[in-house]
Nanobody, 124 residues
Framework: QVHLIESGGGLVQAGGSLRLSCAAS????????MGWFRQAPGKEREFVAA????????YYLDSVKGRFTISRGYAQNTVYLQMNSLKPEDTAVYYC?????????????????WGQGTQVTVSS
């Protein structure tokens, strides 16, 4: 069984920063693509950022480009989302996801494993 556990969410003022972490257990994730999604109240879950299995390729939602950075930990079983210059519209529950793939995966159906989510709230 694969488990993904997110951490690092919280309340921050607009313009501030947060770093989300996702720790994976149960498998070695060297061949897993990983991503972050978010869901705001009353809205559908949307793609935020993704990284391929070796960390060489990344992809971002247009509205977070230049502000968010996805990266993998040294042991490859952790993925991070550094979020800078946060805006109130970034407020959402953020979910970590993983799938067996070498390339970047950018749609929710491509992902097999999901974390429980961590709340990010940006005040104006």
């Amino acid at each position: 069984q694969v488990h993904l556990i997110e951490s690092g969410g919280g309340l921050v003022q607009a313009g501030g920063s947060l770093r989300l972490s996702c720790a994976a257990s149960g498998r070695t994730f060297g061949s897993y693509a990983m991503g972050w999604f978010r869901q705001a109240p009353g809205k559908e879950r949307e793609f935020v950022a993704a990284i391929n299995s070796n960390g060489a390729s990344t992809y971002y939602l247009d509205s977070v480009k230049g502000r968010f950075t996805i990266s993998r930990g040294y042991a490859q079983n952790t993925v991070y989302l550094q979020m800078n210059s946060l805006k109130p519209e970034d407020t959402a529950v953020y979910y970590c996801a993983a799938t067996v793939a070498l390339r970047v995966a950018v749609t929710a159906p491509e992902y097999k494993y999901w974390g429980q989510g961590t709340q990010v709230t940006v005040s104006s």
